[in-house]
């Protein structure tokens, strides 16, 4: 094994070495043990939290490299069953023996002395007891695998360009260009290709509903989304919160974005200002490719959090180095970006999909923040202690693609290509955020009234559409693809009602940037700080070690809105 990955890994001390997740058979006697294992003394219970720790980080990474290679290649049949293995023949056991384990350590009396870092983890842990339900067990089995058939449809997705198959994230980069009836072209045959599977993402969105709700009543909820939020440990706010945020964005952002397309439609010259409008630099010139394929891509991306820190550059060019890293687009790779993080090598792996984009530079620098909470975040000596809260997690790498973009000549070597691509960045920021308060407020609307048909939900998401729309961007001709644009949000299938902590965690990062730009020193001194917390302290106190504060109120909103404008007005 190599220097690097040594120095990271956990050391089993209790499971066997040479131990693999093969059957259900040889996985068993471990959690027997823990079953058996006996609580007479603190120190045994920190053992036995130790020991279930160390059984977790095993467990779960296996699991980890099984999703990893089945979304590298979702064409590779095997990978497909090595993950579904794991799902039906490991997990649904698993659930089980977890809920005997939470109880055990709920029952001991010696919970009451564990030092304070372990408040959350307690927390946790009660809750999960009380939402165990037996009867939901062979749902979330089967519900898990049908998750990804989303994932599956997406990576079919292709559309011809100039005679060649790109995935769709490959063709977005047509978009920018400064041919207005090419970028026409483009778009529509997205449009096209994402409504072919219309019908289908429909279907399946309807059973993934009738499915979540029927957990939500076997825990006793009236609803999934009521029992989501308890399942995704939403403590620190709640759903009246989360409608604080929709009601705010939607009053702020949309007359600011409407200034800015105001802008952009007098630049660009054109009587109607459509979606095919939205990516191309204003300037009227190409701004050039940031990286010319993935392996530049990771070597300018090293450079720029070397600039940040030397740490930061060093820890990813390990992770390079090590291979663990997929950053480059191709058919039959599964859609998206994300870091998973892996808790017996304490290494995290990246994926994603580049295809020569700014946006993509803008995914890595996000999975990069992720990779660095990882990083310091690895001294912490239970899985519970790292595995992050959403709203953690998201501004720890949307900080850091803040941070980094003050870097960027790594990507742009003149003044007027990282004016642009900043811009680009900021007004990004600006028309995103409204779309996360857009999806969040739908998923909201779907798990309220679950039984409703595909026409009342396109109803539903016609409503929103039209409390935060922009009044100077022209659908017309797009009209049925934006009714069914909603579909193209992976979280909705995969992670429901994962998606509001972007929002939280955007204002949260641009309040650190504002931090950053003011003083770099302390503010990584902050930063870093509350990474290596992990999931130790509530999330406001999180948000407060790192400089800033949890907050989502009317007035917080436009105050964060007002410097994003301020700073969008200095790159125009």
Not at 14 to 30: D, K, L, M
Not at 69 to 98: G, K, P, W
Not at 201 to 216: G, M, S, V
Not at 478 to 485: L, N, P, V
Request: proline share 4%; glycine share 4%; net charge negative.
């Amino acid at each position: 094994m190599n220097h690097f990955l040594q120095q990271a890994k956990q050391r089993r001390t209790w499971i066997a070495p040479q131990f693999e997740v093969t059957s259900w058979e040889v996985v068993e006697p471990y959690f027997v043990q823990l079953i058996q294992f006996p609580i007479t003394s603190l120190s045994n219970l920190q053992q036995f939290l130790a020991m279930r720790s160390e059984l977790d980080a095993v467990l779960e990474e296996d699991m980890a490299w099984r999703y990893i290679r089945m979304s590298c290649n979702t064409a590779d049949a095997q990978a497909t069953l090595d993950f579904e293995f794991f799902v039906n023949s490991i997990q649904s056991h698993i659930y089980m023996y977890d809920n005997e384990l939470d109880r055990k350590f709920l029952q001991s009396p010696f919970v009451a002395q564990l030092p304070e870092k372990y408040s959350i983890m307690r927390r946790e842990i009660q809750n999960r007891v009380e939402l165990f339900c037996k009867k939901n067990i062979p749902l979330f089995t089967e519900l898990e695998q049908q998750e990804q058939e989303y994932g599956a449809i997406a990576s079919q997705m292709t559309v011809e360009i100039d005679g060649e198959q790109k995935t769709l994230h490959q063709a977005q980069v047509f978009l920018k260009s400064t041919d207005r009836e090419k970028r026409e072209t483009v778009y529509r045959a997205i449009v096209t290709r994402r409504m072919a599977d219309e019908q289908q993402l429909n279907d399946l969105l309807t059973q993934l509903i009738a499915k979540r709700h029927e957990i939500a009543l076997n825990a006793g909820f009236t609803n999934f989304r009521d029992y989501k939020f308890r399942a995704l440990n939403r403590f620190d706010y709640s759903k009246e919160d989360c409608f604080a945020f929709h009601s705010a964005i939607q009053k702020i952002v949309p007359p600011l974005v409407e200034k800015l397309y105001k802008s952009r439609k007098e630049k660009l010259g054109v009587e109607r200002l459509q979606p095919f409008d939205l990516e191309v630099n204003i300037e009227g010139e190409n701004i050039k490719k940031p990286f010319t394929d993935a392996q530049d891509l990771l070597q300018k991306s090293i450079r720029c959090f070397n600039d940040i820190k030397p740490e930061y550059g060093d820890f990813l060019q390990q992770m390079g180095k090590y291979k663990y890293l997929d950053l480059d687009s191709r058919i039959g790779k599964a859609p998206g970006g994300f870091n998973y993080p892996l808790y017996e090598s304490n290494v995290p792996f990246i994926f994603m999909n580049a295809a020569g984009t700014q946006r993509d530079v803008e995914t890595l620098m996000h999975e990069g923040g992720h990779a660095l909470h990882s990083h310091f975040s690895a001294h912490l000596p239970l899985v519970e202690f790292k595995s992050l809260p959403a709203e953690v997690a998201e501004l720890a790498s949307m900080s850091m693609e803040l941070i980094a973009m003050e870097h960027w000549h790594t990507f742009f070597n003149n003044a007027i290509d990282l004016q642009q691509a900043k811009r680009s960045v900021l007004e990004g920021i600006l028309t995103t955020i409204s779309w996360i308060a857009m999806i969040d407020k739908f998923q909201h609307r779907l798990y309220e009234n679950p039984q409703h048909s595909i026409e009342e939900r396109t109803k539903m998401w016609q409503t929103i559409q039209t409390e935060f729309a922009v009044k100077n961007l022209d659908y017309t001709g797009f009209e049925r693809y934006r009714d069914c644009g909603w579909q193209k949000q992976l979280h909705i299938f995969e992670v429901p009602l994962y998606y509001i902590e972007y929002g939280f965690a955007q204002l949260g990062a641009l309040a650190l940037w504002k931090n950053y730009k003011q003083n770099p020193e302390n503010t990584l001194r902050a930063y870093e700080e509350f990474l290596r917390q992990g999931n130790t302290k509530p999330i406001p106190e999180l948000y407060s070690i790192a400089g800033i504060s949890f907050e989502f109120s009317y007035e917080y909103v436009n105050e964060i809105m007002s410097f994003l404008m301020e700073e969008i007005q200095k790159v125009t």
